[in-house]
């Protein structure tokens, strides 16, 4: 007898996903699945998965996949397929699957809201809507027309995710009352903002306040016109940009007219170095942070870093305290929003964690973390030179009168609403769809 000889894809960016598999390097199989996936043969990219579920132990995708790489003309399969890798977190892989499924059952609203779903969870909302749209006589107001909103919204299309918005009827479900409740904000918040700027691809403040009621501080001058608008990628923070920060706070707080009476200090370290610092600028005593206090700034270095269940007092905020982070990472946002941000990053270190410096064999290491007293980091932030950092020629300026008039378009819709990151509430999840 002749053995058969096992079934291998034939795509060469599969095959080395393949070959990855070999030597049991599962996160790099999914590395080279992650780029170009779109278009290589559903069977085989199915092949390739099903291997990597299998060595991770992740029964329900393994079988999934396995039922596509011997019926890849099958909807239901396609589609159990796509949910099951949007459920393990391979939300790429899910798009090619369940864009098929809903071309081959183009009446499945299952199968267009998990393609919805899978779209939103790689941050593809223009394709997102491009899908809503294009099955526009089909949608049901909750869920459908609402993820429309949504992602007209994520996608930066003001003017369709308004027109869009005025269709829907109120929801009969007690369930999307909140959603309903946020997407209003959300628009109310775009058109105060409309009175200080454009609210366009390249207005970052404007979008960064209309998606989450965050007031940002201050602007990147490294990279504007190649796609960072005011974000930073790298960032060795300093004691300089600190004090700015701070300084662009307190400018916050003056054109709102928000009169807080204290800073409380939160009990990480970080958090309490940028505090003691905050409270002198401010001319306001330091206090510890106390979820209902009232009429405070609660100031973080990076929210993200703050304990879960500090963050959790801090989404249902007491009226009067305001939230002010510095330093907030754009690719992985933190849970609650603030109020406040001096910055947005992608990846970050504080000044006081050590420096990377050039050694003299032109090598790079990291300096020791200052590990002085809290109150003597503070006093050098307070002491530091707040002047802006030069940046590339094309980056607009952002003076302090333009924070300013930001804030008055914005001061009766600032502090309002929800306190969690934005994030779409997306389909009831359903196993079968025909």
């Given at each position: ?11 060469p ?35 390739v998965v099903?291997?990597a ?9 393994e079988?999934?996949?396995?039922a ?9 399969e ?8 949007v ?6 892989l ?25 779209y ?28 429309l ?19 829907l ?21 775009a ?10 691809r390249?207005?970052?403040r ?11 501080g ?24 600190c004090?700015?920060g701070?300084?662009?706070l307190?400018?916050?707080l ?5 009169r ?16 003691l ?7 306001l005593p ?38 002010h ?6 690719t ?9 941000v ?14 990377l ?23 050098d932030?307070?002491s ?35 306190r ?6 997306g389909?009831?999840p ?5």
């Amino acid at each position: 007898m002749f053995s058969r000889k096992p079934r291998r894809p034939k795509s060469p960016e599969l095959l080395k996903a393949w070959e990855s598999l070999d030597s049991g390097d599962i996160p790099g199989a999914l590395r080279q699945l992650r780029s170009g996936t779109d278009s290589l043969p559903l069977a085989e990219t199915a092949l390739v998965v099903a291997r990597a579920a299998g060595a991770a132990g992740f029964d329900d995708l393994e079988q999934a996949a396995e039922a596509v790489v011997a019926h890849p003309d099958r909807p239901q399969e396609l589609y159990d397929y796509g949910y099951a890798c949007v459920e393990r977190g391979v939300s790429y892989l899910a798009v090619p699957a369940l864009r098929e499924a809903l071309r081959l059952a183009p009446g499945s609203l299952a199968a267009l809201r998990e393609l919805v779903s899978a779209y939103e969870r790689e941050e593809r909302h223009g394709e997102a809507v491009e899908v809503l749209s294009a099955h526009d006589g089909e949608l049901t107001d909750w869920p459908d027309r609402y993820l429309l909103v949504h992602n007209a919204l994520m996608a930066g299309d003001l003017p369709l995710a308004r027109r869009q918005h005025a269709l829907l009827a109120p929801p009969e479900d007690d369930q999307w009352q909140f959603a309903r409740t946020r997407q209003n904000r959300m628009l109310e918040r775009a058109a105060s903002a409309q009175g200080a700027g454009p609210v366009d691809r390249t207005d970052l403040r404007g979008w960064q306040y209309v998606l989450g009621g965050t007031v940002l501080g201050t602007l990147s001058p490294h990279g504007y016109s190649a796609g960072m608008t005011g974000r930073y990628a790298w960032l060795q923070d300093s004691y300089d940009q600190c004090l700015r920060g701070l300084l662009r706070l307190k400018a916050v707080l003056e054109a709102a007219g928000a009169r807080p009476a204290s800073v409380s200090l939160l009990p990480d370290r970080a958090g309490r170095v940028l505090g003691l610092a905050a409270a002198e600028v401010l001319g306001l005593p330091a206090v510890p942070f106390a979820p209902e206090r009232a009429d405070t700034v609660v100031v973080a270095y990076d929210l993200n870093d703050v304990d879960p269940e500090i963050l959790g007092q801090l989404y249902e905020r007491t009226p009067g305290q305001v939230l002010h982070e510095h330093a907030s990472c754009w690719t992985d946002p933190p849970a609650v929003c603030a109020d406040s941000v001096t910055l947005l990053h992608q990846s970050n270190t504080a000044p006081w964690a050590g420096l990377l410096r050039q050694t003299e064999d032109g090598g790079i290491e990291r300096s020791a973390p200052d590990e002085r007293p809290e109150e003597e980091i503070a006093a050098d932030i307070v002491s530091a030179d707040p002047t802006p950092e030069e940046g590339d020629d094309d980056a607009p300026a952002d003076p302090d009168e333009a924070l300013r008039a930001f804030v008055e378009a914005v001061r009766a819709t600032w502090l309002q609403g929800e306190r969690a990151r934005l994030q779409s509430s997306g389909p009831v999840p359903s196993s079968r769809f025909m």
